[in-house]
């Protein structure tokens, strides 16, 4: 990550009134092994898009531009593979290369960046993650062979298929915990989305909490009374498990969530270290 001084100098170098879109890019790993950290590493990115945006911002104010420049993530992902060397690459055509297998854990880290990327939908106006087939992907495939889906491809879908709309900032209130690089870590991280055509809000939400569950309370009160339409959960007891070429279906999503409503109120249990969508008809 660049520091401001770096992003002011490269902003400044821009002709600005010709310029729509800055290209950033992000990319987190869990190689030291220390699982909380890893799990905080979406305010990073929180802190990486505001620290941007914010030297536009002031970019803008010291040209006196009427001009908002937004951004695009043209790559982001969880990464932690290293590759093969090139010696081992003699006379291969094509070799697999970069190929991670993603856990929950890892699941869990792409769902807190999705949320992050939603919670800033205003000036973040792209952000393709990186790879889809194969490449530090969530599709996996071999010549020949079989298709499986990567524990980071649902959360991937969820977002794709549930987040569009008019996006809700939450007033959240969560317990904390500090880590190596981050202090007060909200164990709930959360979002919501409204879309007006279907009468539909859905919420996005996950526990950090590795031993936990956690109650989520959601006040919907001002589009009136809510319906649960549904409840998924990704979680395993493992939160290192993974989908293989042998075994494709050790994580996946389930619909027994068991969030419930009443009036205007939603309440929820929030497996530990889990993934949660809930869906909600709503009549404003």
């Not at 990319?27 to 990115?45: C, H, K, V, W």
């Not at 996950?206 to 959601?218: A, D």
């Not at 270290?273 to 009549?283: F, G």
């Amino acid at each position: 990550m660049s520091t401001f001084a770096e992003w002011e100098a490269t902003v400044l170098d821009l002709s600005y009134e010709n310029v729509d879109y800055l290209s950033l890019h992000a990319y987190y790993n869990n190689n030291d092994g220390d699982t909380p950290n890893f799990l905080a590493q979406s305010l990073d990115l929180d802190q990486f898009i505001d620290s941007v945006a914010a030297t536009c911002d002031y970019i803008k104010a010291k040209k006196k531009s009427k001009k908002k420049i937004y951004l695009s993530l043209d790559e982001w992902n969880v990464w932690k593979s290293q590759g093969t060397s090139r010696a081992e690459q003699l006379w291969q055509i094509a070799p697999p290369e970069f190929e991670d297998v993603y856990t929950l854990e890892d699941a869990l880290v792409v769902g807190c960046c999705l949320i992050s990327l939603l919670k800033h939908a205003d000036r973040v106006k792209m952000a393709c993650i990186a790879q889809l087939i194969n490449v530090i992907a969530p599709i996996m495939t071999e010549n020949g062979g079989p298709l499986w889906l990567q524990t980071t491809y649902y959360p991937y879908m969820h977002a794709s298929v549930y987040g569009r709309g008019t996006v809700l900032h939450p007033l959240i209130t969560s317990p904390k915990y500090d880590s190596k690089n981050f202090t007060d870590v909200p164990y709930l991280e959360a979002v919501s989305v409204y879309n007006e055509e279907l009468g539909e809000v859905t919420v996005f939400a996950v526990n950090r909490h590795l031993s936990e569950g956690l109650e989520l309370t959601v006040d919907l009160r001002s589009f009136g009374a809510a319906t649960v339409l549904q409840h998924t959960v990704l979680e395993h007891e493992d939160i290192y498990a993974a989908n293989t070429r042998q075994n494709p279906g050790t994580v996946l999503p389930h619909d027994r969530g068991n969030a419930s409503a009443e009036g205007g109120r939603v309440s929820a249990l929030l497996p530990k270290a889990s993934w949660n969508v809930i869906r909600l008809q709503v009549n404003p």
